[in-house]
Each structure stands twice: as C-alpha cells, then as structure tokens.
C-alpha cells in the first residue's frame, strides 16, 4: 500500500558523525533549510538577548509530500531567515507558506511590531522578499502553490501577517496543521490526496471567515472536534465520571452534536467501551505479571462487574483477560497478525524534499 513520502534533516544526527564539526554541521543546515529560507546567524546582541538565541546550531526538518501541498515540521535554534529577489528569481517557489507557531517566537521587523507567539499563525509569501528574525521555535508548516488559494483569497496582503490564537478559527486551523503531519505517517496516498481539498477548505474559511468558505470547511472542522472527542476519552479512561455529559461539557458541545459527531465511532457510548477494553487488553499484555486482580483491573476500566468485563473482553478479542495475561506478547501478535504493519524510515540528511519543492511549483 503506496504512504506519502517523508524526508527529514536533522543536526543532532550530524553531530554523531565522528570529525565532523561545527561549521560543517552549520553549513549543511544552511544548506537544508536553503530551499525555503537562508538561514543565518543573529549577530546583533540586543536582538539575540530579546529573542533569548541559544549559541549552539541545531535544526530538525521533516517534511511529508501530500499531493498538491507540502506539510513540513521545523525545530531548530533562533536564526534570522531570508528570502532576497535573487532567491525568488532562482527558485521559481511561487506559493504561501502558512506556519503554526508551537513553540518560539517570530519578529517580522526589527521594532518588534510585528511579532508571532506560541499558538499563533503566521502566512509568508515565497513571491515576495523576506527577512524575519526568529527564538529558538518548533512549528508546524504547510507549502501551497499559490493556484490553489488564488481562486477565493486576495493574497495580496496575506505577507509576513500574523492570525492570532486567540480566534476560534486560528486554534481549528494550527491544530488540524498538526494532525495532519502527525498522523500523516499512517496515511496512505489516497488517504492523504483526499485530505487537500477540505484541508484548503478549512484555510480559505480562517482567512476569509466568509459564511461560504465557512460551510465549505465543515468536514475538516468537524473532523477536528473528533479528534477532540478521542484525544478527551482516552485521557479519562480511568475516570470512573466519564460519559456522554462529562465529554459534551468539557469540550463545550450540545449532546446532540456530540453524538451527531460520534457516529462515525459507532457512538459515543460504545466507543468509550471499546476503548476501555483495548487499553486493558494493552495493560493485560505488557504488564500481566503486576496485575494480581482482574476485578480491579474491571472496575479501574469502568465496568461495573468482572463478569461484564469478561464477556464484553471476550466478545471484542476472541481470547478471556486471563488468557491474554497468560500469552502476554503472544496474544498480542495472534490479535494482530492479521494487521501487519510495514514501517519504513528514511535516512536522516536525505533531501528529497528540495526536489519535491521543485516539482510542486514547476
């Protein structure tokens, strides 16, 4: 099954490399980074003081190719980045770069007027020049040829400006920027080209906030508020409290939607259970020996008896909790064998995104 192809940079792992050092180290950052930003030092002290610039050069880059856009994760020590007309003019990148600000900050002059903070989004436009000055940062960054949001967004003004966390849009907008990367490991092509369109739904809504663009990026938004949902319950799992009313008003949702939004779950109710039973099935197989009591480990799990939770663990995996305790590893690769997964890594320093960048704007 094809997976979206991923390349990632790191300085940490160039470290490790014996006899190299420090200015080859920094030279091949400089060199990864080139094809979005020339990075540089921060000579001026004021400035590095303000910005709190660690001394030592370190930078991370993964990068996942969706097709049509480019999610890339940065972490990296405080840099002043730049884009002169001479890099435009070399590197034909005509798109918007839409960044998540994690972690760090971003000053976009040196007054400090403009100025990014965590949780903030920040746009930059490859057509136009850029130098910005940035703390030691991890964000997460979306690249998109500018076709794709030409057709419904003035972009004229969308250069070196900051969208602030505290919109309800922006946080929907920097946490899908997130998920996507972090989930697109898992994804396969189709599922990865099927998330571009509602991906530039959900973007063209936060920069327009049109009641169009709005009903247009319904899906991604409620696809978000599930993400939610999962991240809530597994969470409070153990809570003993946790339930349809407790989920709805701790993440400020009417029980109708909330159960409109869990459908694809097979229901609230029932996901809740199946999760429970999965995170004992889980606890069964890694630390069996430490578990002395299957009745406590069901009620701990929120079932109201261990017959219930027998019945309900049996129905789900095929095996008794006392059977998978017995197995432990065994059980798990017996559920599983039917799952296989195939995971590949790419070699760190290998930059097949400089030439995914160039057949995306070609």
């Known amino acids: 099954m094809d997976k979206l192809l991923r390349s990632s940079f790191s300085t940490e792992e160039l470290k490790k490399v014996d006899g190299i050092s420090t200015s080859e180290v920094r030279d091949a950052w400089a060199e990864a980074m080139s094809v979005f930003f020339t990075p540089d030092q921060i000579t001026d002290s004021t400035l590095a003081n303000k910005l709190s610039i660690s001394n030592d050069t370190s930078g991370f880059i993964d990068n996942i190719l969706f097709p049509g856009m480019m999610s890339i994760n940065v972490t990296a020590s405080g840099h002043r980045f730049s884009r002169s007309a001479q890099d435009i003019a070399n590197d034909g990148v005509d798109g918007i770069l839409v960044q998540f600000w994690r972690e760090g900050q971003l000053l976009s002059d040196e007054s400090g007027d403009k100025h990014t903070r965590p949780g903030d989004i920040h746009l930059v436009d490859f057509s136009r020049e850029t130098d910005v000055s940035a703390s030691d940062f991890d964000t997460y960054n979306l690249l998109i040829p500018r076709e794709l949001l030409a057709d419904s ?204 960048v160039s057949d995306l704007f070609c």
């Open 153 to 356: 967004v003035d972009l004229d003004g969308l250069h070196l400006k900051t969208l602030s966390g505290d919109h309800a849009s922006v946080r929907l907008l920097r946490r899908h920027l997130y998920d996507l990367h972090t989930e697109a490991p898992n994804m396969t092509a189709a599922e990865g080209l099927a998330l571009v369109d509602p991906t530039m739904a959900l973007i063209k809504a936060t920069l327009t906030a049109t009641p169009g663009a709005q009903e247009e990026a319904a899906q991604i938004i409620d696809r978000n508020l599930l993400l939610d949902i999962k991240r809530f319950i597994d969470t409070n799992l153990s809570t003993p409290t946790l339930n349809p009313d407790m989920i709805a008003a701790s993440l400020g949702l009417s029980r109708s939607r909330l159960y409109r939004l869990a459908e694809p779950l097979g229901g609230i109710q029932t996901f809740i259970r199946n999760r429970r039973l999965r995170h004992a099935f889980q606890l069964l197989v890694l630390r069996g020996n430490e578990i002395n009591s299957l009745t406590a480990l069901a009620y701990a799990e929120g079932f109201q008896s261990e017959d219930t939770f027998r019945r309900a663990f049996k129905n789900a995996f095929g095996m008794t909790p006392s059977e998978v305790k017995e197995q432990g590893m065994k059980a798990y690769t017996e559920y599983y064998s039917s799952f296989p997964k195939h995971k590949k890594s790419m070699a760190m320093g290998e930059h097949l995104y400089q030439q995914w």
